[in-house]
């Protein structure tokens, strides 16, 4: 049985109103599968002394070397994890920090294949947090039921897993909306847009309008410089030859009178 390698080690988020990682490393067993060395323990040793220093950068080096020396070492991948979390500092969904996608990729391992139980839970529970604060909160609840099949007596886990539910459905309900929203955008611009139709067939109405008046303006000027007649003169001279007709009928009947009044003097018996 090896000694204790490596205390619980806390890892703060850096997330205002996000969850804290809870990094740890535990107790590795010596067995047929795995077997530490010297050279590993002194690298964690000396790891852990520059982690609790807040000395992150310096402590992965260390980790790294362990890994190093004993690519079998869980607690050497899982402190690298941790101290690489600390670096990282935030993982925006907007602006993916490789940093933290490279503690992500550590965890993901060991939550699934670690040897150490307790390891793989932790790590679990940690993929989690990091879901969590990057609002990935579905990610986040498989993550923490994971942790909870591997320890359920995992409190921890069980109250950030209500916690990653209600956000759920919050980001749910939020995006009904914005949904509704978009719908309800889409029918008034729909409405605007054949509001604009309306007002652009109108347009064209009116303008076909005064094109025929134009037209129809133009062709009575076009008549008057050809010499044509316009209605009020053709009135005009039809009144006028209306006229001469007459007087023409009345001196041709003063003339037919006054022959009769001479005929009538010529036949007229003398006394």
């Not at 101290?83 to 550590?106: F, H, M, V, Y």
Request: net charge neutral.
């Amino acid at each position: 049985m090896m000694s204790r390698i490596l205390s619980y080690i806390l890892v703060v988020s850096m997330l205002a109103g996000g969850i804290p990682y809870v990094c740890a490393a535990s107790d590795q067993t010596q067995t047929q599968e795995y077997k530490s060395n010297k050279q590993e323990r002194n690298f964690i040793a000396a790891g852990n002394k520059l982690y609790r220093d807040k000395r992150f950068a310096e402590a992965e080096v260390q980790y790294r070397k362990a890994i190093e020396a004993n690519q079998a070492s869980e607690t050497a991948v899982f402190n690298l994890a941790a101290s690489l979390i600390r670096q990282g500092g935030t993982n925006s969904p907007d602006a993916p920090n490789k940093t933290i996608q490279e503690a992500q990729q550590l965890l993901s391992a060991l939550s699934t294949s670690a040897r150490d139980a307790h390891l793989a839970e932790l790590a679990a529970y940690n993929l989690g947090n990091l879901a969590y604060n990057a609002e990935q909160y579905q990610p986040a609840i498989d993550h923490y039921k994971n942790a909870l099949r591997r320890n359920p007596d995992n409190d921890k886990a069980r109250q950030n897993l209500r916690l990653a539910q209600k956000k759920l459905q919050e980001q749910q309900n939020q995006d009904k909306n914005q949904d509704k929203d978009k719908d309800k955008d889409k029918e008034q611009q729909q409405d605007k847009q054949d509001q604009q139709q309306d007002q652009n067939k109108d347009k064209n109405e009116d303008k076909n309008n005064q094109d025929q008046q134009q037209q129809q303006q133009q062709d009575q000027q076009q008549n008057k410089q050809q010499g044509g007649i316009s209605d009020n003169n053709a009135e005009q001279i039809l009144k006028a030859m209306e006229n001469e007709e007459k007087a023409t009928r009345a001196r041709i009947n003063a003339e037919k009178g006054k022959e009769a009044n001479a005929n009538r003097r010529q036949v007229a018996k003398p006394w």
